[in-house]
């Protein structure tokens, strides 16, 4: 599986953004699905993830009721939408997914936990 995330952009604080996480592979609409963001000198952050089948999502702390993550397994394609962007909000975001089932919540939340990830695409938002 290959992922590639694109949206990626300068905003002003308040503003909005859609990543899009394009996948390749006849199985990824079987995986469940996550963002990540890293900024230099830091670890990498739980932004959001979904299941396979988009039935629930899962959101890290700071994005909740401002990001909504969705997916189209029709197109092998999952959405980052970003509302009320905040300059706390600026890193480069990963999309990431899993070769199988979580059988546990937790482990949407962590990066060791997936597979597959893609380049990253940078967020930059401006005060």
């Known amino acids: 599986v290959q992922l590639q995330a694109s949206g990626g952009g300068m905003v002003r604080a308040g503003g909005s953004l859609k990543l899009s996480c394009a996948a390749s592979?006849?199985?990824?609409?079987?995986?469940?699905v996550g963002w990540f963001r890293q900024t230099p000198g830091k670890e990498r952050e739980f932004v959001a993830a979904i299941s396979w089948s988009g039935s629930m999502p899962y959101y890290g702390d700071s994005v909740k009721g401002r990001f909504t993550i969705s997916r189209d397994n029709a197109t092998n394609t999952v959405y980052l939408q970003m509302n009320s962007l905040k300059p706390e909000d600026t890193a480069v975001y990963y999309c990431?997914?899993?070769?199988?089932?979580?059988?546990?919540?937790?482990?949407?939340?962590?990066?060791?936990?997936?597979?597959?990830w893609g380049q990253g695409t940078l967020v930059t938002v401006s005060s």
């Open positions: 592979g006849r199985a990824f609409n079987t995986y469940p």
């Open positions: 990431a997914a899993h070769k199988g089932p979580f059988y546990s919540s937790r482990d949407y939340y962590s990066s060791v936990a997936y597979d597959y």
